[in-house]
């Protein structure tokens, strides 16, 4: 059974984060992936939440409140910045992202995500990453700005060495209206 591409997403993050990992989610929006990651990472690992928007800030606090998450920081500022607001001994223990790219839903359909910010973002987060950690990237094109964004994510991600890192592109090819896909960058041994 194929899964679909939150499943999927969930999967892969399953498969490579271990219990007291720290992750980050590079893009809050409306909190759900933050939740998943305190579930996954457990009491002794730690989420890193992001976003720009206030509206998406507050939804994810309040969706971490409402189910007594207490293992997350929550910070507004471009995920290209993560450096700045993580601990030294956080990041040695990084073991996977997770980007939602394109925007908020519910929101200004303005303000959007940008492959720049994005890639300068996983190029930090992989610098960083334990052997075998992940990285998720849920390509949303079907905007303005959408598909300039995917074609330069794609091109960066042909780039990667693949002596150093996996790269999965996983999507629906016969579904209408730009259906979102996967990229996921897995660090090897």
């Not at 509206?55 to 409140?65: G, S, V």
């Not at 700045?84 to 223990?93: A, G």
């Not at 960066?156 to 960058?185: C, E, R, S, W």
């Amino acid at each position: 059974m194929l899964k679909g591409i939150l499943n999927f997403t969930h999967h892969l993050l399953e498969e490579s984060v271990d219990k007291g990992d720290t992750v980050i989610d590079a893009t809050c929006g409306n909190g759900h992936d933050t939740l998943f990651l305190t579930k996954l990472v457990g009491e002794n690992g730690h989420v890193f939440g992001f976003d720009i928007q206030d509206q998406a800030i507050t939804n994810t606090k309040n969706r971490l409140a409402l189910n007594k998450s207490n293992n997350a920081t929550i910070i507004k500022d471009s995920h290209s910045n993560f450096i700045h607001h993580m601990p030294v001994d956080k990041l040695t223990r990084l073991g996977g992202a997770i980007f939602n790219l394109g925007y908020l839903p519910g929101s200004d359909k303005s303000v959007i995500t940008r492959s720049e910010s994005t890639i300068l973002a996983v190029e930090g987060i992989l610098s960083h990453m334990k052997q075998n950690g992940i990285v998720v990237l849920v390509v949303y094109h079907g905007h303005e700005g959408g598909e300039t964004e995917k074609e330069q994510l794609v091109r960066y991600m042909h780039l990667l060495d693949q002596k150093l890192f996996h790269v999965l592109y996983y999507g629906f090819i016969n579904q209408k209206n730009d259906p979102p896909f996967i990229l996921a960058i897995q660090k090897r041994n």
